[in-house]
C-alpha cells in the first residue's frame, strides 16, 4: 500500500475514508493507535493508505471532493 494522506485532522480521515469507502477503493489508517503512546494529544499524523493501482483513482476522488490540498505531495 502507498500513502495518499497524511493528517492529523481526524475530521479529514473521516472524510477522505467515507469518499474511499463509497468508491469501492480499500484503504487503511496507519498510525491511527499511536495516540496511546502521545497521550491522546493528536500531534502524531495518521496516515491514509491505499493500493498502487488505486492511488490515481484515490486521488481524483479526494480532488473532486475538495481536499485535494490534503493529498501527499499535492
Known amino acids: ?42 500531534v502524531l499524523p495518521r496516515r491514509l493508505m491505499v493500493a498502487r493501482g488505486d492511488l490515481e483513482r484515490a486521488k481524483q476522488l479526494l480532488a473532486d471532493a475538495g481536499i485535494a490540498n490534503e493529498i501527499k505531495g499535492a
Open 1 to 42: 500500500m502507498i500513502e495518499l494522506l497524511r493528517t492529523n485532522d481526524p475530521v479529514v480521515i473521516s472524510f477522505a475514508e467515507a469518499l474511499l469507502t463509497d468508491a469501492g477503493i480499500d484503504h487503511f489508517v496507519a498510525d491511527q493507535n499511536m495516540s496511546i503512546l502521545e497521550g491522546s494529544l493528536g
